[in-house]
């Protein structure tokens, strides 16, 4: 049997949820589900945790995208594929790519490939350049880029 849950105290569980790390809308209205809160009191505290700061889809777009490209080494097109996942929209997408320093982003690039490169040094260079390539896409990075890596070489 589930225990019943006032406003007032899911609020301030949602609070230390979204206080604790970034969170998007659709993880709060999912959290708040899970309790049992639905319809004009879910609203009623996403609406009082955006006021409070405790809730922002900029921000938590952001943070995602500095994050997954600092500490998974992915590229944008995985990063925008995951925020489109979890419902954020078009304008915070945007801004959270600005995070992504341009000349970290092709210094991470090259490393991932050459990485790859030196993986398996006995197979012949087309086969390694395509599997480091195939690699590279399957991290989210782009085609043109990768591409410029080895017309480089």
């Not at 225990?3 to 206080?19: R, V």
């Not at 982003?105 to 490169?117: F, N, T």
Request: hydrophobic share 35%.
């Amino acid at each position: 049997m589930k225990k019943y849950i006032s406003q007032q105290e899911a609020l301030i569980l949602l609070q230390k949820y979204c206080a604790y790390q970034e969170r998007c809308h659709r993880e709060v209205r999912t959290k708040l589900l899970s309790l049992g809160i639905y319809g004009e009191y879910l609203e009623e505290i996403i609406g009082s945790l955006i006021e409070e700061d405790f809730l922002n889809e900029i921000r938590f777009a952001k943070t995602y995208a500095r994050g997954k490209f600092r500490m998974k080494a992915w590229g944008r097109i995985k990063i925008i594929q995951s925020l489109k996942q979890k419902g954020i929209n078009d304008y915070c997408i945007k801004e959270a790519m600005k995070e992504i320093n341009p000349a970290d982003y092709k210094e991470a690039l090259h490393l991932i490939l050459a990485q790859q490169l030196e993986k398996c040094p006995d197979v012949p260079p087309f086969e390694r350049k395509s599997k480091a390539f195939r690699y590279a896409l399957s991290r989210g990075f782009e085609s043109p880029l990768i591409e410029e890596f080895f017309g480089r070489e």
